[in-house]
């Protein structure tokens, strides 16, 4: 086992791996810019090093400080935590060739499911269901026309390198199908510096559903269910929930073995997670995750599992504590992401937390770096806290965060609390009756 990890991250995904640590007996290293000097995983970690100035770029995505950080501090392995570098394959080899453990999967796993089209192909490979789209990436209109035409209406263009809703437009007939085409190259020049894109069958009204998996790296793996992520704001999720409301117990059977197979043969190490849409009782690939996800709590809540300390057992080389004959669902969880944004344009509210009060009782778990006098840095990504329940039944989850929001108390900065006190008095939201559209149209209708 390890003796000193180092996170590479910031916020409440580095309290979340630094109290995994604590409790495996692991001394932690934290790492920050110099915004966030004073910020709570900086206070809670048994050591702290200053990466760089407030910049990202410059501090938390700068590997060779990361690296020294590592070296300085005699720290083993490295918990990147999600977003930054957690998905950076460049970054893992570098760290191979200092020889400091990534905790999460190999380099090779990583670069063959972070370019869409690769991803795609091989998890049809592994027996994995997809949408019907382009065999590879479309080069010039003429293609896309043809790909398009032999399809049918509508169709959607993505960037083979892309994420979070960049580089992704929906062409609903052949007259649009040329202006999509080209901003989604356009996008995707800008944002990811490839303006390679390829083209899928657009579904009308499709969850979005995920399944949590996790291997050992030695070709034994398991799935942990699934989570129902819909609910979407410009393709970024904002309510997580899991078991599905709309997922069958045979059809997570179905669906989670294969998942489950598919990463036993390809050896993954680690924690993932494979991507769907779903409907019509028919799933459908999107991409894989090779890394921890930000709603992975609603999984821990379901199945009394530690996700973080099954990481760091598969990357010691011990093991998962697991078997999938050990993983039975208990209850109903539902996450929701605060952020500090003012509701509803949803634009950033960086600022001082003048009050701070975290809601509690049974059921009720708060992730959050914030306490009363912090100030939000403006460099930063908006979330600030992730409010999860765990509940008997779907119901009773319901009931408890509508309690807990109510006890929830972030002064100084607006937050999205308003935005779910809002969406929980919906019968949609009550009923579990939504699509990946649903949120999209109803702010719209609610705000105009």
């Not at 990534?102 to 796993?109: K, L, R, T």
């Amino acid at each position: 086992m390890f003796d000193k990890i180092l996170i590479a991250n910031r916020g409440e995904i580095a309290l979340r791996v630094i109290r995994a640590c604590r409790e495996m007996g692991i001394a932690s290293v934290a790492v920050h810019s110099t915004a966030d000097s004073d910020a709570m995983h900086v206070r809670m970690a048994d050591e702290s090093v200053c990466i760089g100035p407030n910049s990202s770029t410059e501090s938390y995505l700068k590997v060779s400080q990361i690296i020294a950080a590592c070296e300085v501090t005699g720290a083993q392995a490295i918990h990147p935590g999600y977003g930054f570098l957690s998905e950076n394959a460049a970054f893992v080899q570098a760290l191979e060739d200092h020889d400091i453990a990534f905790i999460g999967p190999s380099a090779e796993h990583i670069r063959m499911m972070g370019d869409k089209i690769t991803a795609k192909e091989t998890a049809k490979a592994l027996g994995i269901p997809v949408v019907p789209g382009s065999a590879g990436g479309v080069a010039d209109f003429e293609t896309a026309r043809s790909v398009a035409e032999e399809m049918g209406f509508p169709v959607i263009i993505k960037a083979t390198a892309g994420g979070g809703g960049r580089g992704m437009k929906v062409a609903t007939s052949l007259d649009d199908l040329e202006v999509a085409f080209r901003t989604a190259r356009s996008e995707a020049k800008s944002n990811f510096g490839n303006d390679e894109v390829y083209i899928e069958k657009y579904l009308q009204k499709p969850r979005h559903i995920e399944i949590q998996v996790f291997g050992d790296g030695k070709g034994r793996g398991v799935h942990l269910g699934e989570r129902d992520c819909s609910l979407q704001r410009r393709h970024q999720k904002v309510f997580e929930e899991a078991p599905g409301p709309s997922i069958s117990p045979s059809e997570r059977e179905r669906i989670g073995t294969i998942c489950a197979n598919a990463i036993a043969k390809l050896g993954y190490s680690g924690a993932g997670t494979i991507e769907f849409l779903y409907e019509d009782g028919e799933f459908y690939f999107i991409e894989m995750n090779t890394r921890l996800q930000v709603e992975h709590p609603v999984t821990e809540a379901i199945y009394g599992v530690d996700l973080v300390r099954q990481q760091i057992m598969v990357a010691a080389g011990l093991g998962m504590e697991f078997t999938q004959e050990d993983l039975h669902i208990n209850g109903h969880s539902i996450e929701v992401r605060i952020n500090a944004e003012h509701v509803p344009n949803f634009s950033p509210c960086p600022g001082k937390i003048t009050a701070f009060h975290s809601p509690g009782g049974l059921g009720v778990r708060m992730d959050s770096a914030l306490y009363t006098g912090y100030k939000i840095p403006p460099y930063y990504d908006s979330l600030i806290g992730k409010l999860i329940v765990h509940g008997r039944d779907r119901t009773e989850a319901l009931a408890r965060l509508h309690r807990a929001l109510g006890e929830l108390i972030v002064d100084g900065v607006d937050t999205t609390v308003p935005l779910f006190e809002a969406l929980l008095a919906e019968p949609d939201i009550q009923s579990g009756n939504y699509s990946i559209h649903w949120l999209e149209h109803w702010l719209k209708r609610t705000y105009g």
